[in-house]
């Protein structure tokens, strides 16, 4: 069962545009929702990430919006570059006695085009 | 410095084999685990250690077991290795829950071949 569901599950932007990845989820009891991105042939790595008290938080040219009634976040690129080409992947996690249970979702494969 | 390291970083091996993967981190974090990235890129936690105790364990075989001879070591090691278990498996630790640590740092990954 997905406890993430992630949408689209590839994305092509042209430079300078924006890039919009979107995530629901279920399990109210998640506490911690960050976004990670992975290159080819590396290790996910943490983007940016929020707790379920806050709407939005920005850094740089990366925001994620976090609407907790609808259950739903999603992650902004603004002014994407070729360098932004990547797949990235939504979470969400469970404090499990001192563990972070992260639950990912699918996974969006961002391509930017020049 | 890397910061969580595993090797092998490629694997190949007959169905049937038995083999380990290492894993190593110089964050002084608490918590380590394992994670398997398969064809589609999904990934889904295997496994989590907390000072050498087992906290999360996902519906993973009995022929993966994970060993943490120390906080700062986490192996995988798989036996009667199937073709399904192709796939990249990936290492990460984080900071104690309890004490703040909510970011995972993951290794480079270490791609497994069955034939």
């Known amino acids: 069962q997905q406890q993430v569901k992630q949408s689209p599950q590839s994305l092509i932007v042209q430079k300078g545009g924006i890039s919009i990845i979107n995530c629901a989820y279920e399990n109210t009891a998640f506490d911690y929702f960050p976004w990670y991105q992975q290159f080819p042939g590396k290790g996910p790595a943490l983007l940016i990430a929020i707790r379920p008290d806050v709407s939005e938080k920005k850094e740089g040219r990366f925001t994620i919006s976090f609407n907790k009634s609808a259950k739903q976040f999603s992650l902004h690129i603004m002014d994407s570059q070729p360098g932004d080409s990547a797949t990235y992947f939504c979470?969400?996690?469970?404090?499990?006695?001192?563990?972070?249970?992260?639950?990912f979702g699918t996974g969006t494969r961002l391509t930017v085009i020049p | 410095d890397t910061a969580v390291s595993q090797t092998p970083k490629y694997l190949v091996t007959q169905m049937g084999n038995d083999k380990s993967i290492k894993c190593e981190q110089n964050?002084?974090?608490?918590?380590m685990y394992w994670y398997k990235q398969d064809s589609k890129k999904f990934l889904k936690i295997m496994f989590s250690?907390?000072?050498?105790?087992?906290?999360i364990n996902e519906t993973v075989p009995n022929r993966f077991s994970p060993k943490s001879p120390d906080k700062a070591h986490l192996n995988l090691h798989i036996n009667s290795l199937e073709l399904g278990d192709s796939a990249v498996y990936f290492c990460a630790s984080s900071q104690d829950r309890r004490a703040g640590g909510d970011e995972q740092y993951f290794g480079p990954g270490t791609r497994l071949t069955v034939t």
């Open positions: 250690y907390n000072n050498k105790e087992l906290i």
């Open positions: 979470a969400a996690t469970l404090d499990q006695t001192g563990a972070n249970n992260l639950f």
């Open positions: 964050l002084g974090h608490d918590t």
